[in-house]
């Protein structure tokens, strides 16, 4: 097992949730110990038709794992995202061969932003800001300073963040995903 300084190389996650929006944000880049083996990997999806979105820092055979046990969850519960999440939270604390997976997930739709763990953490930000992988303080911290300071929407804000963050760490590259999802209630009024 790797230590806890290593556990989370090669990625930045972010998500950013502002007016009903919320935008997840992910890099491209792979690094295997100081190489970059790919530049446009996708570690950011959809889920419940486009109202979830999901992404993952860690293992990616771990990481596809938790997601499919976590879209079974968002089923079983008939959407209800924070339910699902800490009933995934609770199986892969508990759960043998889920204990052994190496990854961590952002969840959201329009009403939640939540960081799951292994550890059996279920964390909602107070800011609306949430971050995982080597280039979380960074993305964080832009992220924070773009939604005191600016009126930009949740997008362009994960955006420019992972911007900033793609300057500044080696894990994290300018090949950016973004995926968003609205309050259920806006969205039908569109």
Known sequence: MQNQSTRWHATTILGVQRDGDVALAGDGQVTY????MKH????????LDG????????AVADALTLFEKFETHLRDWDGNLR??????AKEWRT????RRLEAQLIVADGDSLLVISGEGDVIEPDDGVAAIGTGAPYATAAARALL???DMPAREIAEAAMRVTADLCIYTNDHIVIETTRRQDEAQND
């Not at 110990?33 to 970059?36: H, I, R």
């Not at 446009?40 to 889920?47: D, N, Q, V």
């Not at 339910?83 to 995934?88: H, K, N, T």
């Not at 759960?95 to 889920?98: A, M, N, S």
């Open 51 to 58: 109202q979830v979105v999901a992404g993952f820092a860690g």
């Open 33 to 36: 110990g100081d190489v970059v």
């Open 148 to 150: 005191q300071h600016t």
């Open 95 to 98: 759960d043998r061969y889920l």
């Open 40 to 47: 446009g990997a996708r570690k950011i999806r959809t889920l």
């Open 83 to 88: 339910r699902a999440a800490v009933e995934l």
